[in-house]
């Protein structure tokens, strides 16, 4: 069993930025935010696996958002950059220990991911 604590979030005027972390109780394969408004799908932000963090991107969030790990504190992060009022929503970790290749579209999946956050928010104003 993995616990998963998210940190970080808070709220930023648009073009700010933010830095999210998430604390893994061990060692994970892969790992990923998702992020949720109100009223809306739950969507696969952007996401890392391997220890070199190989790395996918929602299309929403290329150019403004990085994600990275460091290995050895079991941790995970996301610089957001550019903030944008639609940046806003509660962003989830996610995690799983199964060592296995993925497309982009299964990295972003909820379906790969058997550890979950509780999540925190994100509010950016304009």
């Known amino acids: 069993q993995v616990q998963l604590v998210e940190s970080g979030g808070g709220s930023a005027q648009a073009g700010g930025s933010l830095r999210l972390s998430c604390a893994a109780s061990?060692?994970?394969?892969?790992m990923v935010w998702f992020r949720q408004a109100p009223g809306k799908e739950r969507e696969g932000v952007a996401s890392?696996?391997?220890?070199?963090?190989?790395?996918y991107y929602a299309d929403s969030v290329k150019g403004r958002f990085t994600i990275n790990r460091d290995a050895a504190k079991n941790t995970l992060y996301l610089q957001m950059n550019s903030l944008k009022p639609e940046d806003s929503a509660t962003y989830y970790c996610?995690?799983?220990?199964?060592?296995?290749?993925?497309?982009?579209?299964?990295?972003?999946?909820?379906?790969?991911?058997?550890?979950w956050g509780q999540g925190t928010q994100v509010t950016v104003s304009s």
């Open positions: 996610a995690a799983d220990t199964r060592i296995r290749g993925m497309t982009a579209r299964q990295a972003l999946g909820e379906q790969m991911y058997n550890y």
């Open positions: 061990a060692y994970t394969y892969s």
């Open positions: 890392c696996y391997t220890g070199s963090c190989y790395a």
